[in-house]
């Protein structure tokens, strides 16, 4: 999935100008060295006739580029920029809390500059996130117990079929079914590999994939009916502390997660799975080793299968696992994450 990006001119500018609204909206390769950066970089700026635009570093590195060791483009800066941090702190403390472009303006902001970070980092409109989180919070209150009308006007809306409206559209079923359904939290997590998409229930993280992967929204659908629920992006307890232990992972401090995880699949799933964490960090197995270890060493295929199911990536090691002959085979991720991961935690293993 590729991103469309701005146009040349217009990232060239951004280019000269280190202008940070820009971080992570693309990245720059240069042809004469062979190296790429962000559009903040502080070396000496390219000219225009030597670069190469990308939206991704994943897709830097896949033109053969390498990336520069001023800027560290592979390295993620804080997911929230401090220009940003007032109004995130603000919207967090707020519920219910809407804002039109006129409000923005009043404390200092640009309603355009808002609007494409929100786009950028959460794939909608910041009006769109400030609904979803309303509604997410209605729902919340609804399956405690609340009466519907309260849960709306609560949520700052006064009428209740505009109410009843968005979050049907938000979630695919009625205010009232809801007590009946579970809500997944979802939020983008950014990574040195790119995005990743987490989802977390009541009960613990139940998802944690990279965001292009070709399967995502299938997972999500399978992962819906499978915890009769419905996905809607907000704000969630574990969030601060899936974040956390995933950038320690990522920097080599941390081998180990200790968050509840929610695994729902087949008895078959669920053992695979559990195997998957027995694999030390920094180690591999072979499909027909994980297959012995559960005592059906004939069931490489479903082994291979149900590795491939896991929803829950990095922190349910299935990179951990390879083929026979040492080669790496599948991965939903891609690849070169797979390798990346393992080169990762070679380099961190205790000895
Ligand atoms: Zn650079």
Wanted: proline letters at 6%; hydrophobic letters at 35%; aromatic letters at 8%.
């Amino acid at each position: 999935m590729t991103r469309p990006l701005p146009d040349n001119a217009t990232m060239y500018t951004a280019l000269l100008r280190k202008d940070s609204t820009f971080e992570g909206i693309f990245v720059v390769g240069v042809t004469t060295t062979g190296i790429f950066c962000r559009p903040t970089c502080t070396a000496k700026k390219p000219k225009p006739e030597h670069v190469e635009f990308f939206s991704t570093p994943r897709e830097a590195l896949q033109h053969g580029y390498r990336p520069c060791k001023i800027c560290q483009p592979l390295s993620c800066k804080g997911e929230i920029p401090e220009w940003l941090q007032p109004l995130m702190a603000e919207v967090e403390a707020t519920p219910g809390i809407r804002l039109q472009d006129a409000e923005l303006r009043q404390r200092g902001l640009d309603p355009n500059r808002v609007r494409r970070w929100f786009r950028q980092h959460h794939g909608m409109t910041f009006q769109s996130y400030l609904r979803t989180l309303r509604i997410g919070r209605a729902f919340g209150r609804i399956r405690h117990g609340e009466q519907v009308g309260e849960a709306a006007f609560e949520s700052g809306y006064e009428s209740l079929s505009g109410f009843a409206e968005t979050f049907k559209n938000m979630t695919g079923f009625s205010p009232q079914q809801s007590r009946h359904r579970n809500l997944i939290t979802i939020t983008r997590i950014l990574t040195p590999l790119g995005p990743m998409l987490a989802g977390a229930t009541e009960q613990g993280i139940c998802l944690l994939e990279f965001i292009d992967r070709k399967m995502l929204e299938t997972q999500l659908k399978r992962l819906n009916t499978l915890l009769h629920a419905a996905c809607v992006p907000g704000t969630h307890a574990l969030f601060a502390a899936l974040d956390r232990q995933v950038q320690e992972y990522f920097a080599g401090t941390r081998t180990a997660f200790d968050l509840p995880l929610v695994v729902a699949g087949t008895p078959f799933q669920q053992a695979v799975w559990e195997g998957l964490r027995t694999i030390p960090y920094g180690t591999t197995r072979s499909y027909q080793e994980q297959a012995a270890l559960l005592g059906s060493p004939q069931a490489v295929r479903a082994v291979a299968r149900a590795n491939g199911d896991n929803r829950i990536a990095i922190l349910i090691p299935c990179h951990r696992v390879i083929g026979k002959n040492g080669k790496l085979t599948g991965y939903g991720g891609g690849l070169w994450r797979k390798e990346y991961l393992l080169n990762l935690e070679r380099g961190h293993r205790k000895q």
